[in-house]
Nanobody, 119 residues
Framework: QVQLAESGGGLVQPGGSLRLSCAAVGSVLSIKVMGWYRQAPGKQRELVASITSGGSINYVDSVKGRFTISRDNAKNTVYLQMSSLKPEDTAVYYC?????????????WGQGTLVTVSS
């Protein structure tokens, strides 16, 4: 039993900042990778950023230089610091994690948190 608890979304003006957080809760032995996806209205879900247990980080080109992904291994938590936000960043952001439990490896999704960038 593992769940991902997301928080940090909201309404922000263009150029503003938000920080999203996602904590894995349950019988977690290890987390291989954690990432953030987003889905804007009328568009497919896309991978925004990911970070592996070894510290390897990837970003989608559209957020490079503006977003920063980080983690706190002791708390099984991943963060997404978003700055210089643009209206096109408006989307529901979903946390995703590859989790090892006592019985299996599985992928878990958060419930999503809405980020709206608008004047």
């Amino acid at each position: 039993q593992v769940q991902l608890a997301e928080s940090g979304g909201g309404l922000v003006q263009p150029g503003g900042s938000l920080r999203l957080s996602c904590a894995a809760v349950g019988s977690v032995l290890s987390i291989k990778v954690m990432g953030w996806y987003r889905q804007a209205p009328g568009k497919q879900r896309e991978l925004v950023a990911s970070i592996t247990s070894g510290g390897s980080i990837n970003y989608v080109d559209s957020v490079k230089g503006r977003f920063t992904i980080s983690r706190d291994n002791a708390k099984n938590t991943v963060y997404l610091q978003m700055s210089s936000l643009k209206p096109e960043d408006t989307a529901v952001y979903y946390c995703n994690a590859g989790v090892t439990t006592v019985t299996r490896y599985l992928e878990v999704w958060g419930q999503g948190t809405l980020v709206t960038v608008s004047s």
